[in-house]
């Protein structure tokens, strides 16, 4: 069974930096799509970020290009999503997905099959 616990969130001022983690066990992942999504809010879950496991290719949505980076540390099971330049619109719960895909451009929520239990990033200005 497919696993996924994040850590990493927490308290900022904008223009501050958080890393995000999503540790994932229950299987080997060499097929995976690993993804971020945010929920503000009084808002839907939406797309962050995405990454193949095997070939580390990346997607994001534009709101985010150029201030947050995804990656994988394959050895450890866990991927990362490197927050710059944090904005107080930044505030949610992050939630970690993934799904068997050889495609990072997977940005729809019903795409992913398993969720982790989400982390808060708080910005405040």
């Known amino acids: 069974q497919v696993q996924l616990v994040e850590s990493g969130g927490g308290l900022v001022q904008a223009g501050g930096s958080l890393r995000l983690s999503c540790a994932a066990s229950g299987s080997t992942f060499d097929s995976y799509c690993m993804a971020w999504f945010h929920q503000a809010p009084g808002k839907e879950r939406s797309f962050v970020a995405s990454i193949t496991w095997n070939t580390g290719t990346t997607y994001y949505a534009d709101s985010v290009k150029g201030r947050f980076t995804i990656s994988r540390d394959t050895a450890k099971k866990t991927v990362y999503l490197q927050m710059n330049n944090l904005k107080p619109e930044d505030t949610a719960v992050y939630y970690c997905?993934?799904?068997?895909?050889?495609?990072?451009?997977?940005?729809?929520?019903?795409?992913?099959?398993?969720w982790g239990q989400g982390t808060q990033v708080t910005v405040f200005s």
């Open positions: 997905a993934a799904t068997f895909s050889y495609s990072a451009v997977l940005f729809r929520e019903g795409s992913y099959r398993y």
